[in-house]
Nanobody, 120 residues
């Protein structure tokens, strides 16, 4: 299973970005896909996760109401729509495939990360 995250960039506070996670591999559709982020100088943390069948999503409290996760098996892509961005959302964002979980240890496959910078 391979994952490639893209869509990061520089945006002003209050703006929006949509990150994409392209998945590939024969069994990629059978995994949940999680989004994680690592702010500068901090540990990597969970953002949210979408189930393998796309019916269930979970978002951390810090982003709930601002971010949404969607998944489309037709193009093997998971999206993280980020609205009302704040400077504290600045981080490298990663997508990963594994169990429906927020624990990093439950994810076996990781993408390379994409930088999101929110200016104040």
């Amino acid at each position: 299973v391979q994952l490639q995250a893209s869509g990061g960039g520089l945006v002003q506070a209050g703006g929006s970005l949509r990150l994409s996670c392209a998945t590939s591999g024969r069994t990629s559709s059978s995994y949940a896909v999680g989004w994680f982020r690592q702010p500068p100088g901090k540990e990597r943390e969970s953002v949210g996760v979408v189930s393998s069948n796309a019916y269930s999503t979970y978002l951390e409290t810090s982003v709930k109401g601002r971010f949404t996760i969607s998944r489309f098996h037709a193009n093997n892509t998971v999206y993280l729509q980020m609205n009302s961005l704040k400077p504290e959302d600045t981080a490298v964002y990663y997508c990963a495939a594994g169990k429906y979980s927020v624990r990093q240890d439950d994810f076996d496959y990781w993408g390379q990360g994409t930088q999101v910078t929110v200016s104040s």
